[in-house]
């Protein structure tokens, strides 16, 4: 649910910095980012001056669980930044340097320790050559993280500790140079078409060096013709050629060789582990321009060491540094650069110094000790934390201003329930604050510095040193007591708290060391474990403590080696311990007997066994009670990086307490038709909480900094259902929730009404919990507790009542703040909302807004820059550091509004407000696309939402009554009457309306243009294709913003960057014939197939041009489209991107015909190039392609790859509907009518668009049909009818011949989507009239095929069907159960209801105006305005109404032409009216009357 969930992070980081021990470096091709990857998992991008090397850590990607090893280019396109990195488990991931998205994550079974990235000759990108504790090289693609081929040995295969990929000088092909472990050198010549399927690839030749545990190995890139390998006791030099030693040097004494490089042919740089670097000058036999080369080595003439780069007075280091040796180019000189990263977190930088070769031969002739160099620069994070003044924001920073030096934060838990946030800190003791509250107070300036004691704050005093883990079991599971909380310590304790009363209710005293790790046993267990929690401690124990018996039930302690995870046989009573040496322990959790020890294979095999047995019960119960999450989140957990568990709360959204929480409230909605259930079950399941705050700590010796997950989904949900919840029945009628129609009214007034209360119940648990409160609270502690807060709002309120007091009269008994106060108190959903928007506004560009957003919808501004994340999937994330802000220059010229008290600050202070400022209007939308895209899609959904509430708005009430006091001043109103209070109030709703509707277009719309206007060329462009993904999304909010965002980026574009986008496209569009699957042939390598794609475009759109004449705007705008897709599955999600997109380019901008041009030859010229220039003309294949694909979305049956209801099924339906009018000349019309009717038909009581609460996928698809169709109705209402008809027609002789069908009639689309077909049509008589006029008949088949026949009988057309008859053409007479319509052609089609005929009579040569039977329904009179004509007609029958029946002319009469007939409208033309059975009445337009006798 990740990935389609928008979710947005931020940080807090707290005032002490991350560990860094750093153990691998890298620095980009262009200078401008530097990469450490450290011990405990993480990465750091620092940004990195070129000229100064001056950098500042800027973002944190957190992902991996092991130490990262290795880390490598991805790409050499100099617009890709991508990074590969690899961590010592086996994970590999590729990120993104911008913003630090993670694209693709693997975990293979294989180790690498050491990867180049090479680009070889026949590929258009870099290949990685992965080594490893393997004995093969495996060669990856860096962008799908698959394996391409493997090179194997044939001779003495082992691991292989060094290689080299090069291309020798003259040639084609490219060369794998490796040493394995055991020092035998091997060649691979590699040609360029090598796959996996074919044989192994073996190497050419192989030769034995006895050099052992090389580490690395480096061909020299000016001759090719040396060889350095470097070992930890000695390096060598080697001939390439036959592979003989030409020198070799030891180490220096009680250092060892780490690494080394070639720098020219002659020099080389050698590194060690105590951190330095030498540079060596080869002798005369190891250079191979040397006439000496590989002569004897001589004495004199030995490798002479130079130059030592070193740290001054360098601290003793607990592991060896990461260094590395980089090249650049800089204004066509060379540098070198020796990095190094080291365990304290360190980062030195030496520029290798450039000595000619003159001086090193004097030096060495004399032969003096070489030269010292420092490095030119050196930083840390602790270093840039500490530079920062004031420190970045900690979450609990107001506790700590009453202290000198902060307590650290050691753990937290938060409680989404009461929105309350549990923190225990190092000294042992546990906070507990209102969390949005708490951030609010951080992050925003508002009022609440003011006051001294807010927010509210509790502690429990317990623990004697650090608090290390907090547990609430009922989060888990709701079995558990609600008011438990557990902690466990650094002082061998675990405590059972109650949290409402604050008392200390147990103190398990069984471990012997610190409690690292408290988990829930599954819910399969015996009801005595299930009331237990598991807890774990450093003396590698596990102890199952009993809440309810306050004892311990098991402990379980003999194991030697540190638990590394838990897992439950709950059915064998079994509790599965893992140890780090891989050991298994299995004890009987009733009894704590020690069943067995496990090792080896057994071992491993028992651990998956629990897995598979684990996810077997998740699946089992489908309507999952939490067994699912629950066990698999407890066996997932290990114990390794912390970072990476913190996704399991957000992944497994079925949060179990909310769930439980509304169980009774679906079990009321149980007698609800099965649609509506199914709905709320949906709704139970996706909901999900607003807010989720997450300690992030990625060393045990850490801090904790907290991340805020703000899911916007989460938060939309609650604000509609709060919304809902207050809605009477008939509101809700009106959104479609519940049915209108008059029989089952009284059926559903109850459901209705069950509905209202279940969002009330949905409300209503913020009350219950207050009540548990007041019963658990015996010693009034949660009183004063309140009490405090309550203090704060009595000063509010004093203000409140004085103003009241001026404002209210004797006589008004109802007092002004219920009036006043809008419907919404201040629920926690709204505080999060409030927070959300303040951090993510664009505080700045727009004065007017700014204050608007301040004043009238009560926002706050930030006061320091956000610190900002980015969610990829997997849970890997990417996260701003607060420090990128250090070696920011703040520019000169930028406008920098002041804020609105004119004070005077402290310089340090003032530098933060203006940063603040530049970060919230500029900076923050220049960092990159995704957090652009998110954050925008985030604003306008949101701002949307507020919009469609009644007066949302974040003012507290005594500000709403300021507010309406001072419009009551303006309007000179004294708030006397009611009717003056409820305009001021209506008046106040709109300007808060307005006040949200304008913060949505300025995000959507005006942005880029003010953003450009400041700094041209930095903004980053939401994506486009994010928002294509969405363009269905379930929540529909979502939808309607990202399509709005879509539209106008699109716009924004013009027509050339949209022609670009549509080429660049073009070329993923997936080629259907009629029923091949999405992903055509599946291909071993994917990027032939997407050449074949190209090769079947005929138009040549399939090919990106980038073509020279390009204006410069256009340079940013699709970076995304440079590389080839390398895998399936993303050739897959290209495709499907491609079908919306240019679907949505197609119905919105295909016929971009600018009117506006006075000549028509101008116009058709216009026309011709936009066409084109749109590439969707008439002519076009694009067009074809597209509607193509789009109707293989509707039609294809549903399979495993493309389930039946899918958002991209959703999409192409949608799509289908809006651009029907270009996709129209490639369908088959009433092939896409009946497979819309088919999706429509199927959902019973589905409400309408404005209905936002998220529906089940099926009532989703049925909608946007629904939807579709009456688009297309309304863009092509006569191709609608006549294909109708034409079906209707099909159906009708199907009829008639029952015995030739197959299948039963009832079950055809036209039998079921009756109600839907005749919907559609009267909608379309509503809106389209004229167009309807002229095709009456087909419009009467499609109706009487819709009506039912008896109802017709009993009620008459007038009340079955009322729409169709405002026409005067049409006329139904009940006694002779006949049914008359006038055409246009001048026809007479009289249908006989009683024997389902219908016959047609020429009746006028032109259009008939108007017709009607007699009472009596013996006689017709008709009339044709045009013709100048009134006619009676007589129908004959045969003897006793059998034999033919007739219908003649008796009578006909002219009558006096009307006037410029063409001006008036043809529906009100003239009426025709019976006054008795023998006189009929025509009555004009003009008002005048004719009466005409049969």
Same mark, same amino acid.
């Given at each position: ?14 005032? *002490? ?59 050499? %396109? ?79 295969? !082992? ?130 321009? /040397? ?49 190094? @990263? ?46 920062? !003044? ?84 009922? %989060? ?95 059915? !064998? ?38 897995d598979e047995q684990s996810i077997e019960e998740g699946g089992g119960n489908g309507n999952g009670t939490g067994t699912g999450s629950g066990t698999l989140a407890a066996s997932e957990m290990g114990m390794a990086n912390p970072a990476v568990h913190f996704f399991r709360g957000i992944k497994s959204r079925n949060m179990n307490a909310i769930r439980h929480a509304t169980q009774r409230g679906i079990h009321q909605l149980q007698q609800l038709q099965g649609h509506n259930q199914g709905n709320f079950d949906f709704l139970m399941k996706h909901r999900s909480n607003p807010l989720t705050i997450q300690g992030l700590r990625t060393n045990p010796k850490d801090a904790e900094s907290h991340i805020l997950f703000f899911d916007i989904e989460g938060l939309i949900f609650e604000l509609h259902s709060e919304e809902y919840a207050k809605m009477t029945p008939a509101d809700l009628e009106a959104l479609g929730v519940v049915l209108a129609n008059p ?13 209202? !209360? ?8 913020? @009350? ?43 006589? =008004? ?53 956000? #610190? ?17 802000? /250090? ?46 895209? &998110? ?19 974040? $003012? ?82 979502i939808r309607e913003a990202a399509q709005q965002i879509l539209l106008g980026e699109l716009r924004r574009l013009g027509p050339r960057g949209r022609k670009q986008l549509v080429e660049s496209w073009a070329q993923y569009l997936p080629l259907y014939t009629h029923s091949e699957p999405i992903v055509q042939q599946q291909n071993a390598n994917p990027a032939q197939n997407v050449n074949s794609t190209n090769g079947q475009n005929s138009t040549g759109n399939g090919v990106a041009t980038n073509g020279e004449n390009q204006e410069e705007d256009y340079e940013e705008e699709e970076e995304e489209i440079i590389r080839k897709p390398s895998s399936l599955s993303e050739l897959k999600r290209k495709q499907t991107t491609a079908v919306i997109l240019l679907g949505v380019i197609g119905a919105e901008f295909g016929q971009d015909i600018s009117q506006d041009s006075p000549s028509h030859q101008r116009i058709t010229n216009e026309r011709r190039k ?28 549903? #399979? ?15 799509? $289908? ?74 159906? /009708? ?22 109600? =839907? ?50 026409? &005067? ?6 006694? *002779? ?36 039977? #007699? ?11 045009? =013709? ?25 009469? #002219? ?40």
């Open positions: 649910m990740v990935s389609t969930n928008l979710v947005v992070p931020v940080v807090l980081w707290g005032p *002490t910095a991350p560990t860094h021990c750093v153990s691998s470096v890298y620095m980009s091709d262009d200078q401008a980012t530097l990469v450490t990857g450290c011990y405990d998992g993480q990465i750091c991008l620092w940004q990195v001056d070129p000229n100064t090397l001056k950098m500042s850590p800027r973002c944190l990607l957190v992902g991996h669980s092991a130490p990262v090893l290795c880390l490598v280019r991805a790409s050499i %396109l100099p617009d890709n930044n991508f990074l590969v990195s690899s961590s010592e488990n086996g994970e590999m991931c590729t990120w993104d340097l911008i913003d630090g998205k993670c694209s693709e994550a693997v975990k293979l079974p294989q180790v690498h320790t050491q990867i180049q990235s090479y680009q070889t000759a026949n590929s258009e990108d870099v290949r990685l050559f992965c080594i490893g504790y393997y004995a093969e090289i495996m060669v990856m693609d860096p962008f799908s993280l698959e394996v391409i081929y493997v090179l194997s040995s044939k001779v003495k295969p !082992d691991w292989i500790s060094a290689l080299h990929v090069l291309r020798p000088m003259k040639r084609k092909d490219d060369v794998v140079l490796a040493i394995t472990t055991t020092g035998t050198v091997k060649v691979w010549t590699l040609i360029g078409n090598e796959n996996k399927l074919a044989e192994p690839i073996y190497e050419n030749e192989s030769k034995e060096i006895r050099c052992l545990n090389a580490i690395t190995m480096n061909c020299c890139a000016q001759n090719q013709r040396t060889v350095l390998i470097v070992c930890t006791k000695y390096w060598q030099i080697y001939d390439a050629g036959d592979f003989t030693v030409l020198c070799s040097v030891i180490a220096p004494t009680r250092e060892r060789w780490q690494g080394g490089d070639f720098i020219t042919s002659d020099r080389v740089m050698l590194w060690t582990d105590d951190g330095k670097g030498y540079l060596y000058k080869l002798p005369a036999n190891c250079i191979p321009d /040397n006439k000496e080369f590989h002569s004897k080595s001589v004495v004199r003439d030995a490798p002479y060491l130079y130059y030592v780069l070193q740290q001054p007075g360098d601290k003793v280091l607990s592991c060896p540094p990461a260094m590395k040796l980089v090249q650049s180019q800089r204004e066509s000189k060379t540098n070198h650069y020796l990095l190094r @990263g080291d365990s304290e977190g360190f980062i030195s930088v030496w520029t290798t110094p450039d000595v000619p070769l003159d001086n090193i031969s004097i030096l060495q002739a004399k032969q003096m000790p070489a030269r010292l160099l420092k490095p030119t620069i050196c930083t840390s994070l602790v270093e840039a934390w500490a530079v920062m !003044d004031p420190p970045p924001v900690g979450i609990l920073d107001q506790l700590s201003r009453i202290t000198d030096s902060p307590v650290k934060l050691t753990s937290s838990i938060y409680l989404p329930q009461q929105s309350r946030l549990v923190i225990g800190r190092e000294d042992g003791t546990i906070v507990i604050v209102p969390a949005t509250q708490t951030v609010m107070m951080q992050l925003l300036v508002g009022i609440k510095q003011n006051f001294s004691e807010w927010p509210s704050h509790q502690i429990l005093y317990g623990h004697r040193g650090r608090v290390n883990c907090l547990l609430c079991p009922s %989060l888990v599971h709701s079995r558990y007591e609600k008011q438990h909380l557990l902690s466990g310590g650094v002082d061998f304790a675990v405590c059972l708290w109650d949290l409402y009363s604050g008392s200390l209710l147990q103190r398990f005293c069984v471990h012997a060391g610190e409690i690292t790790q408290m988990l829930v046993p599954p819910e399969t267990c015996s009801s005595r474990i299930l009331k237990c929690i598991c807890s774990v401690a450093s003396d590698h124990s596990v102890t199952l403590l009993s809440l309810q018996e306050r004892k311990c039930v098991t402990l379980a302690s003999r194991h030697l080696f540190p638990v590394v995870n838990i897992k439950w046989r709950p059915r !064998d009573d079994f509790l599965i311990v893992g140890c780090s040496d891989g050991s298994v322990y299995v004890w009987q959790m009733e009894t704590g007997h020690l069943d067995r020890v496990l090792h080896g294979m057994l071992a491993e095999e028992v651990l998956t066994a629990c029989k089952d009214k009284a059926a559903h007034l109850d459901a209705s009404k069950k509905i209202s !209360d279940f969002f009330g119940i949905v409300k209503n648990k913020a @009350g219950d919990m207050e009540k548990i409160l007041k019963d658990k609270d015996k010693h009034g502690i949660v009183q004063k507790f309140k009490e405090k807060t309550e203090i704060v709002e009595k000063k509010v309120q004093a203000k409140v009542e004085s103003i009241q007091k001026a404002v209210e009269t004797q006589e =008004e008994k109802e007092d002004l703040k219920s009036k006043i106060a809008s419907k919404l108190e201040v629920t926690h959903v709204m505080e999060v909302a409030q927070l959300l928007l303040s951090l993510l506004h664009s505080w700045g560009l727009d004065s007017h807004l700014d204050k608007v957003c301040e004043s009238q919808l009560g926002l706050l501004r930030p006061m320091v820059p956000i #610190s900002f994340g980015v969610l990829s999937k997997g849970g890997y994330m990417s996260l701003l550091l607060p420090t990128w802000q /250090n070696n920011y220059e703040i520019p000169e010229g930028l406008p920098i509004p002041s804020s609105s008290k004119k004070r005077d600050i402290r310089a340090d202070l003032l530098r933060q407000e203006q940063l603040t400022s530049i970060f919230t209007s500029l900076l923050h939308w220049e960092l990159s696309t995704t957090l652009t895209s &998110n954050h925008i899609l985030a604003l306008v959904a949101m701002s949307n939402t507020l919009m469609s509430m009644s007066s949302a708005t974040f $003012l507290t009430d005594s500000e709403k009554a300021k507010k309406l006091q001072r419009l009551a001043q303006r309007t000179d109103s004294s708030l006397a009457t009611e009717e003056e209070r409820e305009e001021l109030i209506a008046q106040h709703t709109s300007q808060i309306k307005q006040g949200w509707s304008d913060l949505s277009t300025h995000h959507c719309f005006q942005l880029p243009e003010k953003i450009e206007a400041l700094e041209p060329k930095k903004f980053k462009r939401p994506q486009v294709e994010m928002m294509a993904k969405r363009w269905q999304h379930h929540c529909i909010e936009s066409s084109v220039v749109e590439s969707f003309g008439i002519a076009n294949n694009l067009a074809r392609l597209t509607s193509m694909a789009l109707a293989h979305l509707l039609y294809a049956p549903p #399979s495993a790859k493309l389930p039946q209801y899918t958002p991209l099924r959703r999409a192409a339906i949608d799509l $289908l509907g809006r651009g029907f009018t270009v996709w129209e000349p490639y369908l088959d019309v009433s092939k896409v009518l009946l497979g819309l009717l088919e999706i429509s038909c199927d959902g019973k009581f589905v409400p309408n668009l404005n209905y936002k609460l998220p529906l089940t996928p099926q009532a989703d698809a049925c909608r946007t049909a629904r939807h579709a169709l009456r688009l297309i109705a309304t863009a092509r209402p006569a191709a609608f009818i006549t294909t109708m008809a034409r079906e209707v027609a099909r159906y /009708n002789t199907m009829q008639q011949n029952t015995q030739a069908v197959n299948v039963p009639l009832t079950q055809s689309v036209l039998y079921r989507a009756k109600s =839907e077909i005749l919907q559609c049509v009267e909608m379309l008589i509503d809106k389209m009239q004229a167009e309807i006029a002229s095709l009456l008949v087909e419009v009467m088949d499609i109706t009487l095929h819709c009506v039912d026949n008896n109802e017709l009988k009993s009620r008459g057309l007038a009340e079955v069907c009322p729409s169709i008859c405002k026409f &005067n053409q049409i006329s139904h007479c009940a006694q *002779t159960r006949r049914i008359a319509v006038g055409a246009n052609n001048g026809n007479l089609a009289i249908y006989e209801l009683r024997q389902n005929k219908c016959q047609m009579i020429p009746a006028h040569t032109h259009p008939i105006t108007s017709l009607a039977f #007699s009472p009596d329904g013996k006689c017709l009179v008709s009339y044709s305005c045009s =013709e100048n004509r009134l006619s009676f007609w007589q129908t004959s029958t045969g003897m006793f109404g059998l034999g033919q029946s007739q219908t003649r002319c008796t009578k006909g009469y #002219s009558t006096a032409p009307i006037p410029d007939v063409a001006r008036l409208n043809p529906m009100r033309l003239a009426k025709l009216v019976w006054i008795n059975n023998r006189t009929v009445t025509l009555l004009l337009a003009d008002g005048s009357e004719t009466r005409f006798n049969v």
